[in-house]
């Protein structure tokens, strides 16, 4: 009959593998649109990535598909750089979101200058989430943007032309906002395949 050994002995004379439990870090947050997480691979935005939003023209709601992801990170004292907006933010309807003001910056850039100010802002670590509307972007230059989103471990978004979605990109993560009807389809997604049904956007605030 063998002999009982405790577990404490074999741990102090070594010959027990103690395992450590993991603590690795998420790799999505939340997008705040529940149809939206369930869709996407992981439940949300990639973190430390880039994911391209494709729209047909500006003021068709494409803010409020982000909102309750800056709302978040703003909530919790992160900051949110807005790099080349085509319009001057309206603070009324930001703070109806939930978004604190005190924790959004705007830069004014256009061209080469506005890529080169979201690849800085990416790459320093110190931002929550950067939003960019680059007027013109190659492969090369949304490779650069992916790499830095990935350097600073940031939540990249890029709004860009509808027209942009039959050229490839180098994006974790690319969707089409649509607003007759309101809809998101998911054109790409790392990790998954995109789903062939869009994603109604009604009632999204």
């Not at 790799?27 to 992981?42: E, F, I, K, R, V």
């Not at 992801?69 to 900051?79: S, V, Y």
């Not at 949110?80 to 910056?105: E, K, M, T």
Request: aromatic share 6%.
């Amino acid at each position: 009959m063998s002999s009982v050994v405790s577990l404490d002995h074999l741990l102090d004379a070594r010959r027990l593998w103690r395992g450590q439990r993991s603590t690795a870090a998420p790799s999505t947050q939340p997008t705040g649109h529940a149809a939206l997480d369930a869709a996407l691979p992981g439940g949300g935005w990639p973190i430390a990535a880039l994911s391209e939003l494709l729209i047909a023209t500006t003021g068709i709601g494409e803010l409020r598909l982000l909102w309750p992801t800056l709302a978040r990170l703003t909530t919790r004292g992160e900051r949110v750089v807005l790099i080349a907006p085509p319009y001057l933010p309206f603070p009324p309807a930001w703070l109806s979101a939930g978004v604190d003001l005190r924790q959004l910056s705007l830069v004014r850039a256009m061209g080469q200058e506005a890529l080169w100010a979201a690849e800085q802002c990416l790459r320093s670590g110190s931002c929550g989430a950067v939003l960019c509307w680059p007027q013109q972007a190659d492969d090369r230059s949304l490779r650069r943007l992916q790499v830095a989103a990935e350097t600073g471990q940031t939540l990249a978004f890029a709004y860009r032309p509808l027209r942009e979605s039959v050229n490839p990109s180098p994006a974790a993560l690319r969707l089409a906002i649509e607003s007759h009807p309101a809809q998101v389809r998911i054109l790409k997604c790392r990790g998954g395949l995109a789903p062939a049904r869009p994603i109604s956007a009604m009632g999204w605030h």
